[in-house]
């Protein structure tokens, strides 16, 4: 049996003689009867006529039947004669028209792609705020390699290179000399304070629009940090507290060292002149020295044998607003919009130092007649006991292996001017500078989305030209150096006195107050990197949390630079004669200064 594909030229047949036929997805209401079939012709509907009869639009008649428009005539007259019928295409169960269309606001983005088609972008969301809140763990930059003191003076080591041969016929300046890593009063750079770490907190608010630009504010802000060093937490040679009541009274006015000159000491009820000679020699340490201008030809280093500190402040905050352009760069995953806006930041640096001097001079026993002008005599810096007196680094005596323990005596005296007869105490030298500075001005730069909705990495690169305005604040007391007597038969001497006497009507004859402000320009960059992702949705108890429900977890780092800051390091001439009228002050010196901080928070979108 043969079976004929006869369904194809059935309909092949249909369709053909359908193809001039008019065809409605629905029909007009059926009239009696239709001029010509498939026409549609001005009508009107004549009462006068017999029932269901159309005639030509010059009759005027009843209203018409349903499902034809009939436009008024204006004003108060009555209705004109029925139209069109507005049914003449597929018939609908609601007209919008003439109602506003909902998508009469909607945003449309047309453009040319880079293959030379058209691309089109809608959206009708409007506005879309976001709001990030992260906590900061900042790293200010470091005091740097700038040197505490002068640094065009002569060390402590060579000042007294003359009276240390002869104390020590050449051996313990050779020592010193031959080898830079033992320390002799020596000067000190700030890079030995310690790193600048402070928490700190960050806000972030503002909105993107439909066509992808936005605004942005942000505020910024890293507590104080404060680092510091102490010359006797790095030094060998330790202080014993069960000696410091003893040094209290020793070192308290009116003196009991030496107030005759002689080299004894004012008896101390219970205390043995041997029993101070050891004390002395255990609790004054080699710590450090303040190289000065004092006028001379090279300058002078002060020894510090009791205390010697730095300690340096950092602190930081500022805030921004942003524009943000459409994106220049537009694909799937990575979008590139430029960026405009303004800054103001504030930092705050500063710096102090603190010095403590016994006033003594003291070296061997066996010079004692000969008062070697500025010299501490020190032991090697070796950290090790080894003339085996229960004293690590003597002062005043220089250790020798086999010597045996407690052989050896120091000779200490504190110096006594001549003209006033008034010995020299302990002096504490302080010093403290600081630096407040005020930034503001415009900023420029990029910002560049790589990712997603679950997962994006974005950054921001600006630049800015900054308005500085700084203020300088420098104070002190007791700067120059500290043993120095006045010599009323040699008032030429190369070794002046350098600290005025204080009296009853001016106790504080050595003090020093400088303040300046400056304003010029200076450069700023920052770069910043996040890391946004969906996470908190895969958390079992975080996932319930309803203000969590359109919230990223959001990770980075932001590091700022600003150039031409005055530091306060380096701003200060440093020169110390107060009987010369030479006090510190303030030599502005202007470098970089920058911050970095990790950051962690939450970002969220409503």
């Known amino acids: 049996m043969r079976l004929l594909n006869w369904l194809a030229p059935v309909l092949s047949i ?34 006068s006529s017999l029932p269901g009869v159309f005639q030509n639009a010059q009759t005027m008649g009843a209203p018409p039947p ?36 909902p998508f009469e606001k909607m945003f449309q983005q047309h453009r040319v792609g880079d293959n030379g088609l058209w691309s089109y972008k809608s959206s009708n969301a409007g506005k879309k705020y976001f709001f990030s809140a992260e906590a900061l763990f900042a790293r200010y930059q470091n005091p ?8 065009s003076s002569i060390s402590y080591l060579d000042m007294v290179e003359d009276q240390l041969i002869d104390a020590t016929d050449d051996e313990v300046f050779d020592q010193f000399s031959e080898n830079e890593g033992l320390n002799y009063f020596d000067a000190v750079h700030f890079n030995k304070v310690p790193s600048l770490d402070a928490p700190g907190t960050r806000l972030r608010w503002g909105w993107m629009n439909d066509d992808d630009s936005g605004f942005e504010f942000t505020g910024w802000w890293i507590s104080q940090a404060n680092s510091s ?9 330790k202080p014993n507290p069960a000696n410091q009541a003893i040094m209290d009274i020793l070192l308290s006015p009116p003196s009991f060292i030496d107030p005759l000159g002689n080299g004894t000491f004012t008896s101390i009820p219970g205390i043995t002149q041997t029993e101070i000679n050891t004390i002395l020699q255990n609790e004054l340490m080699n710590l450090a020295g303040l190289p000065l201008d004092d006028g001379t030809v090279n300058g002078v280093t002060v020894p510090y044998d009791l205390d010697f500190r730095i300690k340096s402040v950092s602190q930081a905050w500022g805030t921004n607003a942003t524009w943000m352009s459409t994106p220049l760069v537009d694909k799937k995953a990575l979008k590139i919009r430029t960026l405009a806006g303004a800054r103001y930041m504030k930092v705050r640096e500063g710096f102090g130092f603190v010095g403590v001097d016994s006033g003594l001079l003291y070296s061997d026993a066996n010079n004692a007649a000969s008062i070697l002008p500025d010299l501490k005599l020190f032991s090697l810096p070796t950290g090790s006991d080894e003339n085996e007196d229960g004293i690590v680094d003597n002062a005043g005596v220089v250790e020798d292996e086999g ?3 407690g052989t050896d005596t120091a000779f200490f005296i504190a110096p006594t001017d001549a003209v006033t007869d008034i010995p020299i105490i302990p002096t504490t030298t302080y010093i403290n500078n600081k630096v407040d500075t005020h930034l503001a001005g415009p900023e420029f730069g990029i910002q560049y989305d790589i990712g997603g909705d679950k997962f994006k990495i974005w950054g921001q690169t600006k630049v800015g030209i900054m308005a500085n305005q700084e203020t300088i604040e420098l104070e002190g007391d007791n700067v120059g150096m500290i043993t120095r007597v006045e010599d009323p038969n040699n008032p030429t001497s190369d070794r002046p006195k350098a600290l005025i006497d204080p009296t009853a009507g001016n106790p504080n004859p050595n003090a020093f107050s400088d303040r300046q402000t400056h304003t010029h320009i200076s450069p700023l960059f920052e770069q910043s990197i996040f890391m946004e992702m969906s996470i908190f949705d895969k958390v079992p ?14 990770f980075g780092y932001t590091y700022i630079v600003a150039g031409e800051i005055a530091r306060p390091y380096d701003s200060i001439l440093w020169q110390g ?12 010196k202007r470098e970089s200064w920058s911050v970095g901080s990790w950051s962690i928070g939450i970002d969220w979108l409503y």
């Not at 107060?578 to 002050?585: A, E, H, K, Q, V």
């Open 14 to 47: 249909v369709l053909i003689s359908h193809a001039y036929s008019t065809v409605h997805a629905q029909g007009y209401p059926s009239p009696p009867s239709m001029p010509q079939s498939g026409m549609i012709q001005p009508v009107s509907y004549n009462s």
């Open 66 to 101: 349903p499902d034809f428009f009939q436009a008024a005539t204006g004003g108060y007259g009555a209705p004109g004669m029925p139209g069109i019928p507005m049914n003449a295409g597929p018939q609908s169960s609601l007209s919008a028209f003439p109602r506003i269309s």
């Open 144 to 151: 740097g390699g700038a040197l505490l003191g002068n640094s």
């Open 229 to 237: 060093w102490s010359a006797i937490e790095n030094s060998t040679h």
């Open 403 to 405: 010597a045996g323990g």
């Open 541 to 554: 108890v975080l996932k319930r949390m309803k203000i969590l429900e359109e919230a990223k977890f959001k």
């Open 577 to 588: 004669m107060p009987t010369r009228g030479l006090f510190p002050s303030i030599n502005v």
